[in-house]
């Protein structure tokens, strides 16, 4: 029985109050974890901002995880511990209960790996998970510890400055905007990056495609025709993701 989980293991690699928006993409699946263990998380720099985000979807039948299990009903699964992240680095998560870090069957989510990392070398990650399922009324939570993803920390032998080693880095202003907005971000080197913006809801709204440079990067964004409230902004470079919240106030 404790073989169900074994696809979701990566389900669980999520910590608490993660902003992030889940890429619509996958909304359609019946389940999955994106990036898998053979895609694996982004490689880091030293001393280098890092974001990666993962994306998760629990089926609610666990036969479609395994034949054998037919019948069975997984409610949830919830994160015990996470060990072996590079130091510098944490785990957050958008719990979709009242209980910290839980995602609900059938329910499309996201979570970050965050932080700046101080120390080089190649990290196994290791994470410890229960999934809750369902049984003819009984619920039965199964403990288990999975591996199988890792996140490689080089040495910073650029001399370039951290991406978001300031504030003013990566942040949208004015926030709150009523009309226009700028993104300002910046990148340790030329590189392509996407601009998603999301309601609260997870519908997409703007997306945008640009040429970053080196440096300070700045991206104007019309707000004039969104209704007030609270937005989600997500900047994607290579395999890294940054998360921030606009507030719209006309």
């Given amino acids: ?7 979701l293991a990566v389900v669980a690699f ?14 359609d699946s019946v389940y999955g ?3 898998d263990t053979t895609e694996n998380f982004a490689n880091g720099v030293l001393n280098v901002f890092y974001s990666d985000t993962l994306d998760i979807l629990v089926p609610a039948d666990a036969g479609l995880v395994d034949p054998a299990f037919d019948g069975f009903t997984i409610d949830s699964v919830a994160l015990d511990d996470v060990t072996n992240l590079p130091p510098g680095l944490s785990v957050g998560c958008n719990s979709q209960t009242s209980a ?7 329910q499309l989510g996201c979570g970050l790996i965050e932080g700046v990392p101080t120390q080089a070398g190649t990290y196994s990650i290791e994470l410890s998970v229960t999934a809750f399922t369902n049984l003819a009324g009984f619920v039965i939570p199964v403990p288990q510890t999975f591996s199988g993803y890792e996140i490689t920390i080089a040495e910073n032998n650029t001399s370039v400055p951290s991406v ?3 504030p003013t880095a990566f942040r ?12 300002e971000f910046s990148l340790p080197r030329a590189a392509q990056a996407r601009v998603r913006l999301y309601n609260m809801v997870g519908e997409e709204m703007r997306s945008t495609i640009i040429d970053g440079r080196a440096g300070l990067n700045t991206l104007p ?4 025709a969104l209704e007030s409230g609270v937005y989600l902004y997500k900047l994607q470079v290579g395999g890294s993701t940054s998360t921030g919240r606009l507030v719209v106030n006309h």
């Fill in 1 to 7: 029985m404790r073989t169900i989980v074994t696809p």
């Fill in 14 to 27: 999520l910590g608490a109050s993660a902003q992030c928006v889940p890429n619509a993409l996958y909304a």
């Fill in 33 to 35: 974890v994106w990036p």
């Fill in 100 to 106: 910290p870090c839980t995602f609900l069957s059938s």
């Fill in 164 to 166: 978001r080693s300031e």
């Fill in 172 to 183: 949208m202003v004015p926030n709150p905007a009523s009309q226009r907005a700028t993104l």
């Fill in 221 to 224: 964004i019309d707000v004039s």
